[in-house]
């Protein structure tokens, strides 16, 4: 597994071109400060807009419970909250990467 | 304070009862676990006695409340003087919306006043920078120019009042906007009283709200304290913060030694300044986590008070007994919260708040049971003053001072403590002081191993958390039904991008270019930067555009990887 | 995958499509008989004019905070410019840790700017070629530099920077015993010598003794060009102006001397080299994997095996022929 770092703060538009041109298997961002519906939004709408649907997205944060569905309803794939084990964000990687590339040799 | 004789048939007795009745007793039931430790990893025996103490000298280690080594307290009667201050963190959305609650909480009697901040406020970002976007107003209150200071303190009289800021990087400009504030509310210089954070080392080990590199953050927090020193005899210029490196996942005895180890290196800076110790040291205040692990916290806070104490004394030749004081504001473990069956927080939130009672703190902030999921909700909040004010007024505690004193697992785990923690100054010191180590990498190599040990612990279930690794029934859904707090985030930035946009083409923009001149050429100089921010924040420059002249002169900051 | 999708790819990534070069460049990484179609294609344009510059030098000397700034400049003058970052930060136990991203994120939007992180794991014998075949499609596609930074240790390494016009060499203040060393190795390969954290007390040392190195030609420069020493601060913005220029100044060197096409020349023979050893090496890799020595006793079989394997190996050769 190669983890690409792009440091903290990064906007939506860096992470997806980020995303792009090292042509990733997963996408994972980590928002405490609140403003995860507003970028969630914002990064979707702009990967979607460049053509890419087979990146998986995760979140890690603190997200309220309200807020959830609407997050998964944007489209990415799995939220984790605190509290959520390494194992269990390792697997979840793992599984998503390998059924990205499975289905990209369909 | 043993006789030896006594202790001597006592060490005869422990023999004894370590061959007779523990091994029966072991027969019976063996113990829960094969190695009982603290969080932090200090081990522990299953009793203490008389032994353990016996070359803890009463008067050197102890002394009495409010005297030297300060252990028991800084103050002679404590809380039977008066209580701790209970200063709950407050400020979100709008200037407007601050300015309500401010108010508000006045009038219930709150006289220390406690702001946060919104992230891009944090970074030193203005609300209409494309940074900002989305963030205006969330986690705290928006505040871009003088204008915003303005409206939050719009009919609060601030000579009565104190606020303290939780602010880094941008302190020298958010003091400004307060002190100008003040200044034209008829406030003179004498009567400003508060708090500026302004602690940028803690920033490099653990909250990462750097902007600048850690040599010029350091000299500009150093200008901060030196102007205030000067200026506003009742400013605390800043706040030496233990917190945030502990819920970055150090260890107590990591939080103990690089929260003391900041607070030597601004000592040195300031001296080097010229500054005489007592001129300034009785200005400097502390900001400690209280985590989970009841005992070794009152440890902590005892130690550090011990040490403080002796490297003011001893290293730097204070004088004044006020310069010997560590004074500090304590929060409970955000960390130790957790999203599953969350209402469990507030019992976790009542054990760590009475640790830092019991250890002798000045102030406490109190979190919210639904903190891992979100700004606390009003429910959340007022729980958590409740739970500070059962501790007060009814269980008795506040009425007498250092009441765990003489327990010999706590005087044994005070020492184990300080001694662990005097290890880390030591290796720091000979690194050149806590810039030198920051630079290197040397305490968030440290706090990213700690924090990555402890994960694994709870994984491999060596540590518990009930809800998490034990007792699991999911359970986040308890908390749907508390009501959030309710902010209309596009309308906050909307209205925040716009009062901009308006300041920007009202105000005198000539003054202002002079102003942020003024301002690059004596940081070019290497000046002290406050009276010219002080300036450039009156002409309405914006907080924006000051941190930008000061990120073009002294660079900004891009963390290398810890791994 | 079939040609379609890859001539696809190819026809958008030469309109700049960043998200076709980006699978363009896994191709080369992962996959060798479209890597082999790709490059195929790229190849068959024999004119190259992309300029192709290393840096190399110490882990933490500012290289990568250094090619940040040199974008930046770069920048301004239309420059097509792409960034392989050949420096895996931390080589995890079944992984790799790439951090030189971080220093150069404020580009990341540029729309002139191409950055790629490789990992030296995962590729095994395969670096060399990935990044030596990442240049030739960067060539292909229009970019007017390619950047390539690498600590510069080991065979794989080496082969990348032999393959760059332009070498420089990042170091910085206080490293008295590091310059020994690098005297003896990567020190003979600069072109241009760069004196980074010379914000820093100790720079003006470091400075006079590289230059004793220099002016007493300790050092000497490749293709007859005398290398030059420059001072620069990354994190504080000075000197980089000085780099740009004599990084442009070093290119009139070697086109003046006609260097610069025969050094695309070796590369793109290094290149068919590269290539077939990969495609052996990877066989091989394979099959000593699977041999079983219990089943096979005896140096004599256990060749014997390896020796039947690798020569099917060499008639697939065919399949792409
Ligand atoms: N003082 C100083 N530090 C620098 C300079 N350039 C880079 N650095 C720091 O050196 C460290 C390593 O930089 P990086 O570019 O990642 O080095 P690399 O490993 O060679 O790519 C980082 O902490 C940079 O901020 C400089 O000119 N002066
Ligand atoms: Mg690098």
């Known amino acids: 597994m190669e983890v690409i770092y792009t440091g903290v703060r990064q906007t939506p538009e860096q992470v997806v071109e980020t995303a792009i041109q090292e042509d990733v298997d997963v996408i994972g961002v980590s928002i405490l400060s609140g403003a995860h519906i507003t970028l969630m939004k914002r990064l979707m709408e702009n990967l979607r807009a460049k053509g890419v649907h087979d990146i998986p997205v995760f979140l890690g944060g603190t997200i309220p419970l309200p807020d959830i569905s609407e997050i998964e309803g944007m489209g990415i794939d799995r939220v984790f909250l605190p509290g959520t084990s390494l194992q269990e964000i390792v697997k979840y990687v793992y599984d998503a990467a390998l059924n990205k590339r499975k289905k990209k040799h369909e | ?563 | ?321």
């Not at chain 2, 403080?308 to 001893?314: C, T």
């Open chain 3, 1 to 321: 995958m079939n040609n379609e999708y890859l001539y696809e790819l190819i026809e958008k990534a030469k309109r700049n499509d960043k998200g076709s070069i980006g699978k363009l460049l896994t191709i080369l990484e992962s996959s060798p008989p479209e890597a082999f179609k790709l490059l195929d294609i790229v190849l068959r344009e024999t004119k190259s004019k992309a300029h192709v510059i290393g840096f190399t030098g110490i882990p933490g000397s500012g290289k990568s905070t250094l090619i940040s700034k040199l974008l930046s400049f770069y920048k301004k003058e239309n420059c097509k410019i792409a960034v392989i970052a050949i420096d895996p930060t931390s080589p995890l136990s079944r992984g790799a840790f790439l951090g030189d991203r971080i220093r150069m994120q404020e580009h990341s939007l540029a729309p002139n700017v191409f950055i790629r992180s490789v990992s030296t794991r995962g590729l095994k014998g395969g670096l060399s070629f990935a990044g030596v075949a990442m240049i030739e499609v960067f060539d292909y596609l229009g970019y007017d530099k390619v950047f390539i930074e690498t600590v510069g240790i080991g065979q794989a390494e080496t082969d990348i920077m032999n393959s760059a016009h332009t070498i420089i060499v990042v170091t910085m203040p206080g490293i008295g015993d590091e310059i020994q060393a690098l005297k003896a190795g990567v020190m003979e390969i600069g072109d241009i010598y760069v004196l980074n954290k010379s914000d820093k007390e100790e720079s003006q040392k470091t400075f006079e003794y590289l230059n004793f190195v220099i002016e007493s030609n300790e050092l000497v420069g490749r293709l007859g060009w005398r290398p030059k020493l420059l001072k620069t601060s990354a994190l504080m913005n000075y000197g980089i102006e000085d780099v740009m220029n004599a990084i442009e100044e070093h290119l009139q060197y070697i086109i003046e001397h006609r260097y610069f096409d025969s050094k695309a020349y070796l590369r793109r023979k290094l290149l068919v080299k590269l290539f077939i050893e990969k495609l052996l090496i990877d066989k091989l890799e394979l099959e000593f994997e699977r041999l079983n020595i219990e089943e096979t006793p005896g140096l004599r079989n256990q060749l014997n095996v390896l020796r039947e394997k690798i020569a099917s190996s060499l008639k697939e050769l065919e399949l792409y022929i």
């Open chain 2, 1 to 563: 304070m043993f006789n030896e004789e006594a202790l001597e048939e006592l060490e005869d007795k422990i023999r004894k009862w370590e061959k007779s009745t523990v091994v029966k007793s072991l027969e019976r039931f063996r113990e829960r676990m094969e190695k009982f430790t603290t969080l932090s990893g200090i081990t522990i025996k299953n009793v203490y006695t008389p032994l353990d103490v016996r070359d803890i000298d009463y008067f050197d280690k102890l002394g009495l409340p409010g005297e030297y080594p300060f252990t028991r307290g800084i103050h002679a009667t404590m809380y039977r003087g008066r209580l701790w201050t209970m200063r709950m963190f407050s400020g979100y959305g709008s200037p407007e919306d601050t300015n309500k609650r401010l108010k508000y909480l006045i009038a219930h009697g709150e006289t220390g006043l406690s702001l946060a901040f919104d992230y891009p406020t944090l970074i030193g970002l203005d609300a209409d920078d494309p940074q900002a976007c989305g963030e205006v107003g969330v986690c705290g209150v928006s505040v871009s120019s003088l204008k915003d200071m303005e409206i939050i303190y719009n009919g609060i009289d601030m000579s009565s009042i104190t606020t303290n800021m939780t602010i880094n990087p941008p302190a020298p400009v958010l003091l400004s906007m307060y002190v100008a504030t003040a200044e034209k509310q008829g406030v003179t210089y004498e009567r400003i009283g508060g708090t500026t954070q302004n602690d940028p080392l803690k920033e490099f080990i653990a909250q990462k709200s750097y902007v600048f590199p850690p040599e010029p953050a350091v000299k500009i927090s150093m200008d901060v304290i030196e102007w205030s020193i000067k200026n506003l005899p009742l400013w605390n210029p800043i706040s030496i913060s233990g917190y945030h490196i502990r819920e970055a996942g150090a260890t107590a005895v990591q939080e103990l030694a690089f929260t003391i180890a900041d607070g030597i290196e601004y000592v040195r800076q300031l001296i080097l300044r010229g500054l005489n110790v007592d001129e300034f040291a009785h200005r400097l205040s502390f900001f400690f986590d209280a985590h989970i692990n009841f005992f070794e916290e009152i440890a902590k806070f005892r130690a550090a008070r011990r040490m403080w104490a002796k490297i003011m004394k001893e290293w730097f030749n204070a004088e004044k007994e006020r310069s010997l004081w560590l004074r500090f504001h304590t929060q409970t473990a955000g960390v130790s919260l957790t999203a599953q069956q969350p209402f469990n927080n507030i019992v976790r939130t009542t054990i760590e708040a009475l640790a830092a009672v019991l250890g002798g703190t000045q102030s406490l902030h109190t979190n919210s049971l639904d903190e891992p999921f979100r700004v606390p909700s009003e429910f959340g909040a007022k729980i958590a003053l409740r739970t500070q004010q059962i501790i007060a007024y009814e269980t008795g505690v506040a009425d007498v001072v250092d009441p765990l004193a003489g327990s010999y697992y706590i005087e044994w785990l005070t020492d184990e403590i300080e001694e662990q923690a005097w290890k880390y100054i030591d290796r720091i010191e000979k690194m050149g002081g806590m810039l030198e180590a920051v630079k290197k990498g040397y305490p968030q190599r440290e706090v990213t191993e700690a924090s990555y040990r402890f994960q694994k612990e709870v994984e491999e279930r060596k540590k518990f958390i009930v809800g998490v690794n034990i007792y699991v029934e999911g359970g986040e859904e308890e908390i749907r039904n508390v009501p959030l707090l309710d902010i209309n985030q596009e309308e906050i930035e909307r209205r925040q991008v716009e009062r901009l946009r308006k300041l920007r083409m009202e105000r005198n923009n000539e003054a202002v270019q002079s102003a942020l001149n003024k301002l690059s050429k004596a940081a070019s100089r290497n000046e002290n930067i406050m009276p010219y921010v002080l300036d450039a924040v009156k002409s309405y420059a914006t907080l924006g555009e000051i941190m930008n002249v000061l990120k073009e002169v002294y660079g900004i900051w891009v963390e290398p990887p810890i791994y």
